[in-house]
């Protein structure tokens, strides 16, 4: 193991930074950078961190929880403002969700630079993805270009660091497969940003994991409130 | 006041980020960011921002304090690290000094472009000096474009936000100048690095701040530990 690169992956502990781990683990030891922003399935988030982590032996040292409990207190998102409600079932619709929390992305490269520069890692590991998942702007290619010149000019001269971003362009489904062909442990992982127990099946983000699962025609190991959410969730390519 | 547009300042406490306020104060609404990020002086320099807010008649919901604090967690600088001295009397010197927070200002401008889209604010002050003050990557003009490139890319369409250095191509002496003619409250403001009680007068922070006052021939109004720096600092233009 030793003589390896170190990477910084940023996971929320999601299905997408479920499949992130296994990509980074593949060619660098990998140190995990986890981001707590007052949302509101904050305390799974962080369990299934934990486990993701448990399972590619991460030790805690290449672990970090970062509080940006800023971005909370600075609203505007329906992920951390109890006024506004989580959207439901509207994946189809126009423009920047709800859900979005401004420049949220951002501020979570920017510590993982930070922690990246200070370990003498030469790659962050960002699970954004520019197709299906969502109309955010800070998920695209053009944001982590503009990044990667930010890293360019604002770092130690020697520091060498890149943002790369392998789902950019897969679907939903796509990385359920790459996390299949990776053996990646999608039981642990948390997807849903309404419920902590099971998942509520409703949330855009339940939506899509459900759809990617389906169009996978692979079953989604976690449970769901709902029957039909979990029928819809158990595989086979129905539309 | 109505209809002028708001303007979200990076504001430490230091001597800078008073003159920055006075800038900004004249053709915007002032909000006033502070960061904690485990700096030893942290809460000398919160005071010494409060006051500035007062004196400028900011209104507490144009005021935050954002927790930086996994900048000390990650560590690095003399700045967050007590195992790390701070550096005392070598201006001079070449290279990155050791009071450099890793990423710091990236973490946070991240943080105000948050904020100043959630408040609707058009530019973001930020208080970087180029020239005398330090070797530190993230305060060069080629920082402050390529952080505009990313908000350009990762906020909202319809937002218009930019980033101002307007100290950036000032000396300090400069600086001191500019604040004295805007009547700028240099006597509520904070710049040691290193005490809470007089300022020790041998930190960089100090050597920078009195040589900016003796060239600018001003008396610098706070206290200093030792005489020798109060005298350095009561003004003239002895080199």
Redesign the interface.
Known sequence: MAGRATAVVLASGGMDSCVLVALAAQEHEVAMLHANYGQRTMGREKRAFDAIADFYRVPPRRR?T??????A????SALTDPAIPVPEGNLGREG?PAS????????L???A???A??LGATRIFFGAMEGDSSGY??C?G??VE??N?????????ETRIEVVAPLLHLTKAQVVQRGVALDAPFHLTWSCYQAEEAACGRCDSCLLRMRGFREAGVPDPIPYASAEASRQSAGGSQQ
């Not at 970062?66 to 971005?71: A, D, G, I, Q, R």
């Not at 979005?100 to 501020?107: D, H, L, Q, S, T």
């Open positions: 970090l970062v509080n940006l409990s800023h971005l207190a600075i609203g505007g920047i979005y929390v401004p420049f949220r992305n951002a501020n490269l920017a510590a630079t930070a922690w520069e200070v702007p800070d695209r053009s944001f503009a990044f010149r930010l890293i360019e000019v604002g770092t130690r001269p």
